[in-house]
């Protein structure tokens, strides 16, 4: 049983294409994320949605767009792919309570822009 | 913004040592949370620990809130235990976790 799935698992494309990234949780979870890894491990979120509403934008390029057609899916498109989107993305989801938020985290797409 | 800074960078052990990882963050934050990166990639979830102490089998973590900062502790480490570990805190009504720059850990046989 996958708690958080992506896919693709990797992804290859050339500068300028426009590429979408899925991720589906089955746990239930109210909000979910998106996080880009770089190529020495930082961890920055980018996006967070709770219950299909967008509670987080961290300054991220608008050719990165977030959709959550319901509260178990939320979707990256990238528009006009440049080079420095070459990273891991992880989406990750939780249920935020009065004493937990553990994040739970998908396997990561590795996105390698050429 | 906050930062939170984890140290030692790198580390590395033989099978069946303990080591002790340190998390140090800027801010007084309502959720901590200790993650592994295992070598395929896979983030995993290792403790919600905003205060307190948890134990967990070989894993055990404390963090003391008010002098912020949260240690790590793997006991018996197993070439298993290998990838990086990461801290990661939220300050009070962000609802965004700010990650640590990590702890690269390798355990040879």
């Known amino acids: 049983d996958t708690a958080v799935s992506q896919t693709p698992k990797y992804l290859v494309t050339q500068m300028g294409n426009d590429k979408s990234i899925k991720c589906e949780q089955n746990?239930?979870?109210?909000?979910m994320y998106w996080y880009k890894q770089d190529s020495k491990k930082f961890l920055k979120i980018m996006f967070s949605y709770n219950n299909k509403e967008l509670i987080i934008n961290e300054t991220v390029p608008n050719r990165f767009s977030p959709k959550s057609p319901d509260k178990a899916h939320l979707n990256l498109h990238i528009n006009s792919l440049e080079l420095g989107d070459s990273a891991v993305y992880f989406c990750?989801?939780?249920?935020?309570?009065?004493?937990?938020?553990?994040?739970?985290f998908g396997p990561g797409t590795r996105l390698t822009v050429l | 913004g906050i930062q939170v800074e984890q140290s030692p960078p790198d580390l590395i052990l033989q099978e069946g040592a303990n080591s002790t990882l340190r998390c140090n963050f800027s801010d007084s934050v309502n959720n901590l949370q200790w993650f592994h990166q295992n070598p395929w990639g896979q983030l995993i979830n290792l403790f919600y620990i905003p205060s307190g102490t948890k134990q967990n089998g070989r894993l055990s973590a404390t963090t003391v809130a008010t002098e912020r900062y949260s240690l790590l502790y793997i006991s018996s480490s197993q070439t298993t235990d290998s990838g990086v570990y990461f801290c990661?805190?939220?300050?009070?009504?962000?609802?965004?976790?700010?990650f640590g720059t990590g702890t690269r850990l390798q355990v040879f046989p």
């Open positions: 990661a805190v939220e300050r009070w009504n962000t609802d965004k976790l700010i």
């Open positions: 746990l239930g979870h109210d909000t």
């Open positions: 990750a989801s939780s249920q935020i309570g009065p004493s937990t938020d553990t994040q739970y």
